[in-house]
């Protein structure tokens, strides 16, 4: 990561129970922050236990993000309507913890903008951007931060006039490793290293330069996840 010029990553922990582990050793690397909470694949867990849990976790210094939370209609490996309120109590909870939100949407997306929609305060992050025109629309007319990964850089990605269309101040690279590992990796474990060519091919798309869209990128990654003014 060092070697590839980037200098801070937000590592995602969505099981609960490797959270203490994986803080332990975060915690050794000032380039590292923290995100954690109850993805949507694990809401039915979700009880008072585990939201205590959450809320001890979101109190440590090293937790920069509340996530992934959100729903994924995909797999459904929680009910729909378990992930919806374990999805809006978990908004709550940041808010009130003052933590920004990374967002998992998954086929889902109507009721994941219902649900953000009644919590306006939040500052959203749409992780791994790749929804329609519902998602989108809502996102932009909030000011939520939209965040690419490798799938910019897949032969199929159709979504260019969402890239173009992100306000520059709301726009966010990511891996989502060790999945979608980007061309010329694809194939690979993916790690954070090859977050390079996806900032590198969203200047391509939105024909500005690499240089820019690292400062851009990283300026935005420390105001919302570091609380870094800029």
């Known amino acids: 990561m060092r070697a590839a010029g980037v200098g801070r990553a937000l590592v995602v922990e969505s099981e609960l129970d490797r959270l203490d582990g994986t803080l332990s050793w ?3 690397e000032t380039c590292l922050g923290v995100a954690a909470g109850c993805h949507p694949h694990n809401a ?9 849990q959450v809320c001890r976790a979101w109190v440590n210094p090293m937790v920069r993000a509340a996530g992934e939370i959100g729903l994924d209609y995909h797999y459904d490996h929680s009910p729909r309507d378990v992930q919806r309120r374990v999805f809006a109590d978990q908004l709550s909870m940041a808010v009130d913890a003052r933590l ?3 967002i998992h949407a998954r086929e889902a997306d109507d009721d994941v903008v219902a649900v953000l929609r ?5 500052t959203v992050v749409l992780h791994s951007f790749s929804s329609g025109a519902t998602l989108r629309d809502a996102g932009l007319a909030a000011g939520w931060f939209f965040s690419f990964s490798g799938m910019v850089t897949f032969n199929s990605w159709a979504l260019l006039d969402t890239v173009r269309a992100v306000p520059a ?4 690279i990511e891996t989502d490793s060790p999945y979608l590992a980007p061309v010329p990796h694809r194939g690979k474990r993916n790690e954070p290293a090859f977050v390079v060519e996806v900032a590198r091919k969203l200047a391509a798309i939105r024909g ?3 240089d820019e869209i690292a400062e851009t990128t990283t300026n935005n990654a420390l105001r919302v996840f570091w609380g870094q003014s800029i």
């Open 100 to 102: 920004p939100v990374v």
């Open 118 to 122: 009644e919590r306006p305060a939040a």
């Open 208 to 210: 500005v330069s690499f």
């Open 169 to 172: 101040d709301r726009l966010l």
């Open 44 to 52: 039915r867990a979700w009880d008072d236990r585990v939201a205590e």
């Open 26 to 28: 975060a915690a050794d």
